[in-house]
């Protein structure tokens, strides 16, 4: 039986710390890791469309992780991408809807 299912069976046999690594790489990979994507480099996971926005700062106030900071106008700068969990707060508060997500 252990012969039919070899890889099952390799799988199996890989202690739990192995198993536990796997399972985070796999994740990892596939930017699922405590819900938050790679936006390195120059990916940006909002666009904001700045003609739309009035400086209302509602997005700044309730984003839960202060992915924003505000430019001298008041207006939000994505300042830290890499805290973003596209938890849609900003955009579906946005009164103007000047924020769209760029994985939705
Ligand atoms: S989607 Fe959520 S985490 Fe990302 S910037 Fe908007 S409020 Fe913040
Ligand atoms: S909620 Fe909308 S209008 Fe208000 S500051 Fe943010 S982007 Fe601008």
């Known amino acids: 039986m252990t012969e039919t299912k070899t890889g099952e ?6 202690p739990a710390e192995e ?4 399972k985070e790489k796999v994740k990892e990979e596939s930017g699922q890791k405590s819900g ?7 990916k ?6 700045y003609h739309w926005c009035k400086a209302c700062n509602i997005c700044i106030a309730l984003c839960p992780h202060d992915v924003f900071i505000p430019d001298r106008d008041g207006k939000p700068i994505v300042e830290y991408p ?7 707060i900003c ?3 946005c009164p103007d809807l000047a924020i769209v ?3 939705k």
């Open 36 to 42: 938050k994507k790679d936006y390195t480099g120059s």
């Open 44 to 49: 940006n996971p909002l666009t904001i469309f």
């Open 9 to 14: 069976a390799e799988v199996n046999d890989k």
């Open 101 to 103: 997500s760029n994985e």
């Open 91 to 93: 955009w579906l508060h």
């Open 82 to 88: 890499e805290k973003c969990t596209q938890c849609a």
């Open 19 to 22: 198993k536990q690594e796997a």
